[in-house]
DNA sequence: TAAATTGTTTAGCCAAGACTAAATATTGCA
DNA sequence: TGCAATATTTAGTCTTGGCTAAACAATTTA
């Protein structure tokens, strides 16, 4: 049985883990809350251990094996599916869910797990529009790019927010911005990433700080309906 | 924060306490499947903590306070709502809900608890017929009598049984013997503690290994209706 | 290309929570 | 009442998983 550090951990590690580029320990230690030398620590442990779920080079960092790989997909399948069903089932706000899943994630079996999947008809996406991991540890891949890239004049589609900063999510609730909403980009704010968007008739200034966390999908361009003038 | 361990200490001690004697190391060590060495460790450093959950007196054991016994019925509450919330709104088999629950119970906040006692409309209690105690701590007393205390001849209803045994928990589905559920205690085994019973029509001797687990109370004497010979 | 900066590792420490073995207290019984 | 059996505590050890401070490697920059 592996411990929830051990499972945090190599979580941590795949979701940095962008292409298969080694994942240094300041990063991780970033991701994890901890200290540089901790996260050595764990990775030595780790590589050296029987289990083989990364392989570590002194100076480089990290790399999740296929055996990590899966370890971590479990765990994040687990995580996603307790968000989903937390947030449907009994009407957890989306910005608690997270916190709540953090814990249950590593405590729920797998006969558990399957039964919040039927109860959810085997649902493919969490509440900030991340992918639910198959059992199998299939991903499916959903386009999509920074909100900071799209030109103005565009309407777009929510597809994906990060759900780690409650506050932040509390507020793009307050705008109704969730995954599979679409609004219009208006412009760029002079400065900094702030953009002005147009939801649902009301135009807002979406701070610099919420900007980053959300990824969309082009619809195509604004269309002027009435007002014609 | 209180601990896992800690939570479990404190459930175990409130649940050796009938009455307000000392519950020894022993026993608690007995309950927890650990060494008593170990129980002793837990208890002199709960009892010099200013938390003031227990005291503790060499050699004679270990008393909640107040405030350790509120501890203790909470994670008592999250428990066994937990195993009623599996058992009724995902359809996880009685006999796998204390586990469950054994991991759940640690991690769920407050506010899902109250969300999971709201989805089931405040239920008082659990799966196995224990009683769920409320949010301000009591716990509603079940009067019922231990199955081997009853003189044949008499129609019970079961009230509670032990959850700890997955096992006997199977073998009591079986029988149909759920809580709410009667049948007739015909007479008593010439040897050990079995009894034989009639439950819907069906006679059946019930093994000793399950008898001192199951708490009835008494309905009335058995009437013979038909088969008038 | 050498020095300064930055990032990583090593070494040693700590707390929690379990264990065993040995010492000590309590209890039960002759 | 005193000794044997039983229960409890003490003392010391181990593992896990974190930390800090110091040493060291790599990278950047003058």
Redesign the pocket.
Known sequence: ML?Q??ENFVKAVYSLQKSDEWV???RLANALG?????V???A?KLAKSEDGLLIYQ??K?VKLTETGTSVALEVIRHHRLIELYLSKQLGVPWDKVHDEAEKLEHVISEDLEDRMAAALEDPTIDPHGAPIPTKDGHVAPRPSVPLASVEPGHVVEVVEVNDHDAQLLRYLGELDLYPGNRFSVLGRESFGQSISIERDGKPTSLGEEAVPHIFVTVIGEIEKKKDPE
């Open positions: 411990s550090s051990v240094g320990t300041s901890q200290r540089p030398a901790s050595t620590n764990m030595q002194a100076y960092g």
